[in-house]
């Protein structure tokens, strides 16, 4: 909108954009800071990423690398302490696991997270790609892996329009569930926010797909935004697995997700993305007591020792002494 189209000194001084700081980084980057009306946003997380970033992030040479001041979302409704509070773990790090390869039926399924769950594991996770396919059915899979599962929490993946997600939380709520995967830059952050606003006593773990479909930092998208919208838990690709995150990148993520910051809980970072039970005692050491560690095929690679290698995951959890 050029300026000089605009007549009114309210839209002027209190609406538009104003360049408060230009940086020079050297090498032609620069660091610049933009000041946005929050009245732009309306309470709406999805107009907030339009606000933050929307047309800008078409530019091939910008990235979006953090958000401040007063952002109007609650964040989280239960946080750490809530999804300690659900499987009874205190002062150790959080255990999870993920169910996979697509194509299984929900009995084969049911079978896996039973043997995670003899294991001991906290928390079983559907793989983020599994939906409503016709060879597991939504709700035939939530009702057989919740009646396999005894203490662990079962966490299954919405997918589809906020309707279809309304009724998979309904489901699940009626086998016990009460927690639940979802993935941000799939669903729609209003659907999202939605979902949190209309289901308080429901978790939520945000997983990372098409997070590194904008340039958007990841310490901030995962990290700080999935807090703020509503996540209790967000599950980020680690250093040294099957995604190219360095070390430095991962140690901001998780300390956006648990930082301090005014009436707004904590989210606990769950690294992944091709992690094994050998590296649980150096994720520890880096991570500290409040993660949850979240290793899929590396336990499922053991087939028949499923449940003994989830056993060895679990005790090197619970057995370790932090630094």
């Not at 205190?90 to 769950?117: D, I, N, V």
């Not at 928390?123 to 016709?134: E, M, R």
Request: glycine share 12%.
């Amino acid at each position: 909108m050029p300026l000089k189209a605009i007549d009114d000194q309210h839209i002027l001084g209190d609406i538009v954009g104003a360049v408060e700081s230009i940086d020079d980084c050297g090498d032609g980057v620069f660091d610049v800071r933009i000041a946005l009306s929050a009245a732009t946003v309306g309470g709406d997380a999805g107009q907030f990423l339009n606000m933050a970033f929307g047309n800008t992030s078409l530019h091939d040479d910008v990235v979006l690398v953090d958000v401040d001041g007063q952002l109007p979302f609650p964040g989280p409704q239960h946080g750490i302490d809530g999804l300690r509070q659900r499987v009874g773990a205190y002062g150790r790090a959080l255990t999870c696991s993920a169910l996979k390869p697509q194509g299984l039926p929900a009995a084969r399924l049911a079978a896996l997270a039973e043997r995670f769950a003899r294991g001991g594991i906290d928390f079983i996770k559907d793989d983020h790609g599994l939906a409503d396919q016709s060879y597991s059915p939504f709700a035939e899979r939530v009702a057989a892996i919740a009646g396999a599962v005894g203490r662990t929490r079962y966490v299954p993946s919405l997918s589809g329009n906020l309707e279809t997600m309304r009724r998979q939380v309904e489901i699940s709520g009626a086998c016990g569930i009460d927690t639940m995967l979802i993935a941000p830059m799939i669903a729609g952050w209003s659907t999202f926010q939605a979902l949190v606003r209309d289901y308080p006593g429901v978790a939520f773990l945000a997983h990372p797909s098409m997070g590194g479909a904008a340039r958007i930092a990841p310490e901030l998208l995962i990290g700080k935004l999935f807090r703020l919208i509503g996540a209790d838990a967000v599950i980020f690709p680690n250093h040294g697995g099957r995604f190219g995150y360095t070390p430095d990148v991962c140690r901001r993520l998780a300390e956006q997700a648990r930082a301090p910051r005014d009436g707004i809980r904590s989210s606990i970072p769950v690294p992944a993305g091709g992690m094994t039970v050998d590296r649980v005692p150096e994720m520890l050491d880096f991570y500290g007591v409040d993660v949850m560690l979240l290793i899929g095929g590396n336990l499922l690679a053991a087939r028949e020792q499923l449940t003994d290698r989830t056993a060895n995951f679990t005790r090197a959890v619970a057995q370790h002494r932090y630094r």
